[in-house]
């Protein structure tokens, strides 16, 4: 299997649904998102599956010198060869991948989130620096498209882990923060054991309006001049923006309502947001994420 089909079948396996935003970009700008997005999912699984403390960091230190070789031009691994012929036609920043690196560190080391400026940190790299190496490969005119990225990345980490929240705690992950659990007077076991109460409720619609309103932010900065090379960004976020709904429609209870999307439907997502930009971009219509 050659490097380019590696990083697009490691990017669709995942299941993310950020496979479905990337289907109707031109060859090259896919080809090097793919990369991006195998290497996200190679680290991410380091963080999420390797259970033994030391393995996963001699695995995260791999990682850190093949972005090494390969900003040098010696990969030896296929997605550090692809991330090598994407750093030689985009603008990619080795500085950000560290970042997703330093993400991937902080779970792999347990690092306890306690305040929000903990859950800001840790929110920017494993979601920011992702959003502003993306937009290098889409493109943009104006800097605000930065602030885009930064703003749309909080939204969708947040998603993620609302989303994700019952099945993070059950191996030992609580990403909202500490002060924020005790203000609310919610033991950690309780997301362990789910026991869902209306003040865990109330928390978890705290951050689901943290996340609405980092929506709303980032279609704000958003220039016209780069609405249109930025349409991948918002597609990604109509897909997540529609997990944000699920969520509201089960009042937040993962425990007892999982919350899933069909590819079926992720696709119906993408194609109807892609085609309503397409339209928007000539007859200057509103931005909006709910399809």
Not at 216 to 228: H, I, K, P, V, Y
Not at 234 to 239: D, N, P, Y
């Amino acid at each position: 299997m050659n490097p380019q089909q590696y990083c697009r079948d490691k990017t669709r396996g995942s299941g993310s649904s950020f496979f479905y935003a990337f289907l109707f970009l031109p060859e090259d700008q896919r080809r090097a998102i793919m990369a991006l997005y195998a290497f996200c999912r190679e680290v991410d699984d380091v963080a999420d599956e390797i259970r033994e403390q030391e393995v996963a960091l001699h695995k995260l230190a791999f990682w850190r010198e093949e972005m090494s070789r390969a900003f040098a031009g010696k990969p030896q691994h296929p997605v550090g060869r692809e991330l090598f012929w994407a750093k030689e036609h985009f603008s990619i920043d080795e500085e950000l991948l560290v970042e997703i690196l330093d993400g991937m560190l902080m779970d792999v080391m347990h690092k306890p989130i306690l305040k929000s400026s903990d859950l800001s940190l840790y929110i920017y790299r494993v979601a920011g620096a992702v959003g502003l190496l993306s937009i290098e490969i889409f493109g943009y005119r104006h800097r605000t498209a930065r602030n885009f990225a930064t703003s749309l990345g909080e939204a969708l980490q947040l998603t993620n882990i609302l989303r994700d929240v019952a099945e993070d705690a059950r191996i030992g992950r609580i990403y909202l923060p500490q002060e924020d659990r005790i203000r609310h007077k919610i033991a950690d076991q309780a997301f362990k054991n789910g026991q869902f109460s209306q003040s865990m409720q109330q928390l978890l619609e705290e951050y689901a309006d943290k996340a609405e309103a980092s929506y709303r932010q980032a279609l704000a900065s958003l220039a016209d001049e780069d609405r249109e090379s930025l349409r991948p960004s918002i597609v990604m976020g109509a897909i997540y923006y529609a997990y944000l709904q699920q969520l509201r429609s089960v009042n937040f209870n993962v425990w007892e309502h999982p919350v899933h999307m069909l590819p079926l439907k992720k696709i119906w997502i993408a194609w109807r947001a892609w085609r309503y930009e397409q339209k928007a971009v000539k007859k200057n219509l509103p931005l909006k994420l709910e399809f």
